[in-house]
């Protein structure tokens, strides 16, 4: 019995050492490839006679350090990731690899399958190892730090024996040796093994060895306890600058040095690590950004990715040590709770509760937790309140002889200001619920599980961007909210606008995270965005398809009160339930046709059986019973919605794309349509692979709704209804922009590093099925290559293996390399048996892209493949972008220059693309925009060219440059350096030119760049006289020299640079040019040398200061990580990364600000220079300058005038309200302000302020009647003997004065002091007794002091007094007059009357000279009176203290009127410039 029960067991054991699960790697299998050293490169694994390399999803240290440990390379550096070491050829041949890192080789680990991935080469793994291989090992731990020690011993592992010469200092040596802290006296020790195949050893160490193995070994020949070691494996951390020692700058010890941690990628799941580590509680808060200072030496660590499990940094994925791509301004630093942390929960901010008491954590008890406890905690830990209203989940006991209470009053702001006290009682553990522990909300939609996405960050909700919003951030959005599978993405704000804060933007979710905050992120409220760009999600309430190829197809998991089961496949389970769960989804109906495949049977889930009447319109709504048994889980396959359907073209995988929304059919707009949308759109129709995009109705225009406009598809989605667009029927375009597709309709490449390379599947009756590689050769390869838009085969078949065929059946094809199409040729069926065992087909392309007429195959003239011919570029929109793209994808390195048309010859009459419009990130000029020739203007020479650095014959040889160094020159393959003698200016000036450097700085002749090696060849101008000739003697050979190294020529080559959206040119967004294509710089690394070094090289002075108030640049960003002295002459030659190379968007773009050639300040007086006595002046001094605010000084000469006041803009304005004569002189400006350290001081040029008196013309008249009635006359008639007066009159507002009555031709002169009425200055001059020396021509002069200057007036009009007659008829004639003058006052304070007082029914009464009262003579008034328009003009023109001085030609002339409207005038300035007596 007993031999039967070993035969059995020994079969089954030989079955499973057979068996396909135990098929693994081969021996001798595992390579690294294109790295620097043995222990460096892309790795690769030997698989059934092929080599292969690694996918890098989930490729980590742990993975990394298997790798190093199978090359006998020591411990793993660094992680590397797509494709850092270039990519592989062959198939890809791991995916998904979960290592423990305990592993003997990749193989052990977990994978996907052998071949099995959803990867192109760009993603392929690297890594670099130590390149020291260990001596000493801890075997059979749980990882790598603990376990049995052995050691390396004589070609031998031993192990060490524990006994009296085993103690700390052996264990600690051990830990330090392989980096993993120190012994850990806390850890639980294990049952590890004895080690009874090995030979025992006794090893005494002295304390100074640096390996154990390098101790004192003897044998030991008796039985020994085997040594077993327990290391931290955590490197020293701590937190620095913080308030507390649990709150600070993350900083970890390698190596004998402290450093710190990059924040890239930095989440909570990280933080959780830190706090635990350190004993600190619960994490709180992520503080990017140096947010407690920049720290200083190495950064240690980049890219962690912890699960939260990871009990130190080290043991999370992580870059390797050293790597980063960081600066100092990106320290991460955390916040923990110190004394609280929560277990067990799903969100930070709920849990079991552990309070740490003394140096312990103990549980907080249940009994007596309140109401008050419960907010202390909620609001110390920043998670809200608490949650009323919610059953509190179940998170579990700790069993603990020792607990504590707690009694807080509710104010307190720690919960360690509560009595706390412990206690041995039996108790339950408290838990705390938080309402910040839902940190995701959907707002605005029809369901719970639908809506605008929200999440909580520092107790604020605010919405998420919809840039780079997809499927994946979706399901994890669904999945954080508890609901079911992601139904619908939604953008632009198709719940409605938020209206807080935009919290997340450029979310990159991988789908696996347990919350939207775990994604990649630009950071927490750092956003480019505006609430019409909210992101939105429709997400299933009850159901999910769980671990399927696409969301309609996958394990049946249902919520059944509060938790997720699986359904059971039994008796009950059938078509109605599954065309149920399809139509629920959104999923058409139950696919018979599809590959059922291996989901997997969730063993951690409840079991229940549905039972669906068939009215229901959920799964959920069914009777489910539990299923106390085992049983196989339902899994669901549906068809899926056909939304999309291909029109016009010639076949069913070719046409203009249209969709179907609401039951009608509409197109697709071309505005951002390219080769990932295309690839989308040829999946859902099941085609090919998309071989061209044909925007702008290349297949008719279609009618009724443009659906999608602006779509954005990762390539990745099922349907375009996935990618991110706008809203369905909202667009701006019309259907002359109608989206058109090209598939391949029969052949499809799989598994290769792009469309053109793969393994070969063809289409036959609506199946895809393999092709095999019998009879496979060269005329297939043609065929497939030319049908897939690839040019021409490189390599048919072998060597390179795309995968498995994935099934035993196919077909063999025959050609004859004519056919367009591999349907074409001759097919027969094939089937794989034990003696028939054909591999795939497969096929390697050149490509669709090619360089011609280059040296070498990175330069030349562009040329794309398209319809079986090859053809040339038109270059008019041809630009860095699309040159770096198409540089990638030949592995040409980075695009260095496009040279001018022609440059490689012209091109074949066949010109098939007028335009390509590339981002730059593209990895195929197919993932461009293109469009056909049409009607450009380009012809044969109007050609695109490319150099590609991979293919220059020049370089400058620099550790921290590449536009600064020794020059070296290639020739056959070899590269070396230029003799010094002969090299100039000029020669300089080309491989600047070439190299896509600027100009020539300075040149050099002594290696001043350090001596190279190799061949030193001349600087012939024959070699240097142009870029076309440095290609000649590239390729035809340089002349040799006898120079030695120490002459090795070298050049600087500065590259223009500018300050852009700053207020002059010393201010403003530092752009940088490049290859004649101005670009930005990062502001990673930047310092105030960098600035200097800026201004020097601008002429504008001393830097002040840098930051990023100019606002976001476009284009390229050429710099990052630049680093300065301060003493270089041009910022090239300052230490940065490659041109083009930087991990930054337009944020971050450095400004800056120079000192400059300040302007000198300027005076501005307003009104102007010359002002009047009395008037008000504006003094107003400004400075043209970027530096905004500072003390402006006004300064006047002669005299101790000084007034002085802080602008925050850049002028001051200084107000006089009333001048008088002392203010006249010459002001200047004086600015003071004081930047950083340094002062500016600037004193402006002065401007002169006139201040003058202006007297008006005076008036001469006679007077009538009243004082205030003059006759206006030029020509007066007396009689002798009689009397009459003459009156001087004057509009002033200067009071006072006196008038001088002259009389022509004499000397004679009367004096009067004036009589001030209101504006008005009169004087008369009575004449009695008139005799004939009386007679003659009379002038006024008005005359007045004023701050003890006299001022007079231009004399008045003349009046002629004519002497003759009698007495008589002069009073006669006065008599008259002064009844006519009656009359003109009458009518004069009758229009007064009616033009102020009519309307309110007001009587105006006159003062006269002495009193009187004037009163209004209703007396009809006429020929004299004045038009109201004549009262206007002079009303304005005096009432506002005009002068006719001040007046046109135009105006003064209508001033010689005066005298003639005498009456009009001063009556018209009575009636509105004297006080008026006003009765109502």
């Known amino acids: 019995m007993k031999a039967k029960r070993l035969h059995v067991l020994l079969v089954i054991a030989i079955g499973l050492l057979n068996s396909p699960l135990n098929a693994g790697i081969d021996s001798h299998q595992i390579r690294l490839v294109n790295g620097t050293t043995r222990c460096s490169g892309r790795v690769e694994v030997l698989h059934e006679g092929q080599w292969g390399s690694v996918c890098d999803d989930h490729w980590g240290i742990q993975e990394a350090e298997v790798v190093c440990r199978e090359m006998k390379c020591g411990t793993a550096l660094g992680v590397k990731h797509t494709a850092y070491f270039g990519q592989g050829a062959g198939p890809i041949l791991l995916d998904d690899l979960r290592c423990n890192g305990q592993e003997r080789a990749l193989g052990e680990c977990d994978h996907a399958g052998f071949g099995v ?41 031993v192990k060490i024996c524990k006994n009296s010469h085993w103690g700390d200092k052996e264990e600690s040596l051990v830990c330090r040796e392989l980096e993993c802290g120190t012994p850990d006296k806390k850890d639980v020790r294990l049952n590890i093994g004895a080690g009874t195949n090995l030979g025992s050893f006794t090893a005494s160490c002295v304390g100074a060895e640096t390996s154990i193995a390098a101790c004192p070994l003897q044998s030991n020949l008796s039985a020994c306890e085997a040594a077993v070691v327990y290391c931290t494996d955590a490197a020293p951390m701590r937190l620095v600058n913080g308030s507390t020692s649990c709150s600070g700058r993350v900083e970890v010890f390698y190596r004998d040095h402290w450093g710190t941690v990059c924040d890239d990628g930095w989440t909570m799941r990280n933080a959780e690590v830190v706090c635990n580590s350190l004993d600190c509680g619960t994490a709180l808060e992520i503080k990017p950004r140096a947010f407690y200072g920049q720290g200083k030496g190495l950064i240690w660590l980049d890219d962690l990715r912890c699960t939260g499990q990871e009990t130190s940094l080290s043991k999370c994925k992580h870059s ?77 006991d700790r069993i603990a002889p020792i607990g504590v209470k707690a009694s807080c009053l509710g104010n307190e702001t720690s919960f360690m200001e509560c009595e706390i006290k412990e206690t041995a009682d039996t108790c339950d553990s408290a838990s705390l619920l938080c309402t910040h522990s839902k940190q995701i909300r959907l707002v605005n939609g029809t369901t719970r ?18 840039d780079s919003w997809g499927l994946q951030e979706a399901e994890v959005a669904c999945r954080e909210m508890k609901c079911g599978t992601a139904l619908g993405v939604k953008y632009q704000a198709h719940f409605g606008q938020g209206a807080g804060s935009i ?73 109605k339930e599954e065309s149920l769960v399809c139509r629920e989804l959104e999923c058409g109906t139950p696919d018979k046709k599809a590959v059922r495949l291996n989901i997997g049977a969730s063993t951690n889930l409840g079991s229940f059986t549905a039972s669906c009447v068939g009215a229901e319109t959920s799964i959920a709504a069914c009777p489910l019973q539990s299923n106390p048994s085992a049983c196989e889980a339902a899994v669901v396959y549906c068809t899926g919605q056909p939304d999309i359907k291909l029109v016009n073209g010639t076949d069913r995988c070719t046409g203009r794309v249209e969709v179907q929304n609401d039951g009608q059919w509409g197109t697709v707009c071309d505005d951002s349509w390219d080769i990932r949308d295309a690839e989308v759109a040829c999946r ?96 297939e390869a043609l065929v497939v290559c030319r049908e897939m838009q690839c040019g021409e085969p490189v390599v048919a078949s072998t060597p390179f293996n795309f995968g498995h065929a994935g099934q035993a059946t196919g077909y063999t094809t025959t050609c004859n390399g004519r056919e367009t199409s591999i349907s074409q040729c001759s097919l027969r069926g094939y089937a794989q048996t034990s003696q028939n065992h054909a591999a795939a087909a497969t096929v390697v392309c050149s490509g669709n892209v090619r360089l011609v007429n280059g040296s070498n195959k990175c330069t030349g003239r562009v040329e794309l493949y398209q319809n079986g011919q090859w053809g040339s570029v038109c270059d008019e929109t041809w630009d860095m972008n699309d040159a770096a793209v198409v540089c990638t994808y030949l592995q040409c390195g980075r695009a260095q220059k496009i040279p001018n048309s022609g440059f490689f010859g012209r091109g074949s009459t066949n010109m098939l693309i007028g335009e390509i419009s590339c981002t730059g990130r593209e990895h195929s000029p197919d993932e461009c925009r293109q469009q056909n020739i049409g009607s450009s203007t380009c012809n044969s020479t109007s050609v695109a060219g490319l150099l590609c650095s991979d293919g220059l014959p020049t370089r400058l040889v620099h550790s921290t440059g590449q536009c600064f160094g020794r020059l070296e020159v290639q020739h056959a393959g070899q590269w070396g350096t230029v003799c010094g003698e002969d090299w100039s200016m000029s020669d300089a000036m080309v491989v600047c030119g070439l190299l896509g450097c600027g100009n020539a700085a300075s040149i050099s002749g002594n290696a001043q760049f350090e001596q190279g090696t190799g061949p030193i060849w001349e600087a012939s101008d024959l070699c240097f006289n142009n870029e076309a000739s440095v290609f000649k003697c590239s390729q035809s050979g340089f002349n040799g020299t006898s120079c030695g190294h120490e002459q090795d020529a070298g050049v600087v080559c500065t590259e223009s640079i500018r300050l852009v959206n700053g207020r002059s040119k010393c201010s403003g967004r530092l752009e940088i040019s490049h290859n004649g294509q101005w670009g930005t710089i990062c502001d990673d690394e930047w310092q105030m040398s960098n600035t200097e070094v800026v201004c020097r090289q601008m002429g504008c002075g001393q830097g002040l200061s840098f930051g990023g108030e100019f606002g976001a640049g476009s284009g390229p960003i050429w710099l990052d990580n630049v680093v300065c002295t301060g003493e270089e002459d041009a910022i090239t030659q300052c230490s940065h990364q490659n041109y083009g190379e930087n991990n930054c968007g337009h944020s971050e773009d450095v400004g800056i600000v120079c000192l400059g ?290 007046k046109g030609p135009n105006e003064v002339e209508s001033d010689n009127n005066l005298e003639r409207n005498a009456t009009e005038d001063l009556t018209g300035r009575v009636c509105y410039e004297l006080e008026p007596l006003i009765h109502s």
């Not at 130590?130 to 031998?156: M, Y």
């Not at 599980?449 to 919809?466: A, K, M, P, T």
Request: charged fraction near 20%; glycine fraction near 10%; include cysteine.
């Open 503 to 575: 919290q997340l933007d450029d979310l990159g979710c991988n789908g696996q995270e347990r919350t939207l905050g775990e994604c990649k992120h630009a950071g927490f409220g750092v956003n480019d965005c505006s609430h019409s760009e909210d992101a939105g999600v429709e997400c299933s309430e009850k159901v999910k398809l769980f671990n399927g190829t696409s969301r309609c197809n996958g394990r049946l998991e249902v919520e059944h009160e509060g938790q997720w089961v699986k359904i059971c496949k039994n008796s009950h389970w059938g078509n």
């Open 684 to 779: 859902a129709m099941d085609c090919g692979t998309p071989l061209l995009i044909k925007p702008a109705a290349y297949y008719g225009p279609g009618r009724g709704n443009v659906w999608l406009d602006d779509l954005e598809c990762f390539g990745n989605e099922t349907s375009l209804m996935q990618c991110k667009h706008t809203d369905f029927g909202e667009s701006n375009c019309n259907h002359m922009e109608d989206a058109g597709v090209q598939c391949s309709i029969s052949t499809r490449l799989l598994n290769g590093s792009n469309h053109c390379s793969g393994r070969v599947e063809i289409n036959q009756e609506g199946h895809w099925a393999p092709v095999f590689n019998a009879n496979w050769g060269l005329n």
């Open 449 to 466: 599980c639908s809506g605008r996405v929200e999440v909580l960050h520092e107790g604020q909700w605010g919405s998420v961007c919809d």
């Open 1157 to 1446: 050639n300040l302007p000198k300040p300027h005076v501005s007086l307003n009104p102007g220079p010359v002002v009047n006595f009395g008037d008000r002046v504006e003094i107003t001094c400004s400075v043209l300058t970027d530096h905004l605010g500072g003390t402006y000084i006004l300064q006047k000469t002669p005299g101790p005038f000084r007034m002085q006041r802080y602008s925050v803009s850049e002028s001051a304005t200084f107000t006089i309200p009333k001048t008088n004569l002392s203010h006249g002189g010459l002001y200047h400006c004086h600015f003071q302000k004081k930047i950083l350290s340094k002062t500016i001081d600037m004193l402006g040029d002065p401007v002169e302020l006139k201040v003058t008196v202006k007297l008006q013309q005076p008036i001469i008249s006679l007077p009538s009647g009243g004082p205030m009635m003059l006759i206006p006359t030029n020509k007066i008639e007396v009689k002798g003997g009689s009397t009459f007066s003459i009156s001087c009159s004057i509009f002033s507002k200067y009071e006072g004065g006196s008038f001088y009555l002259r009389k022509s031709n004499t000397t004679a002169t009367k004096h009067q002091e004036s009589l001030s009425h209101s504006i008005i200055q009169v004087a008369y001059f009575d004449f009695f007794d008139v005799t004939t020396q009386d007679q003659g021509d009379y002038t006024c002069v008005y005359s007045i002091n004023i701050s003890t200057q006299s001022f007079h007036s231009v004399p008045s009009k003349i009046i002629q007094v004519i002497v003759s007659g009698s007495a008589v008829s002069s009073t006669v004639t006065g008599t008259m007059v002064g009844l006519a003058l009656v009359l003109i006052l009458s009518a004069i304070v009758y229009l007064c009357w009616r033009r102020r007082g009519m309307a309110s029914r007001t009587m105006v009464q006159f003062t006269s000279r002495v009193g009187e009262v004037i009163k209004e003579d209703t007396a009809e008034i006429r020929g004299g009176a004045p038009s109201e328009r004549d009262y206007n003009t002079l009303a304005n023109e005096y009432g506002n203290g005009s002068n006719p001085e001040d």
């Open 117 to 157: 991935n959803n990867c192109g080469h760009s993603e392929d793994a690297g890594v670099e190892c130590s390149d020291v291989p260990l001596n000493v090992k801890l075997f059979n731990g749980t990882d790598r730090c603990n376990g049995r020690l052995e050691v390396e011993h004589e070609g031998q592992w």
């Open 320 to 396: 390797g040590l050293s790597i980063h791509n960081c600066g100092h301004g990106e320290d991460v630093g955390v916040v923990c709770s110190d004394h609280i942390k929560l277990l067990n929960g799903t969100q930070r901010c709920e849990g079991r509760i552990e309070v740490k008491h003394g140096d312990h954590w103990r549980k907080l008890c249940s009994s007596g937790w309140s109401q008050k406890e419960h907010e202390v905690l909620c609001q110390e830990l920043k998670c809200g309140t608490p949650l009323v209203g919610e059953d509190m989940p179940d998170f579990g």
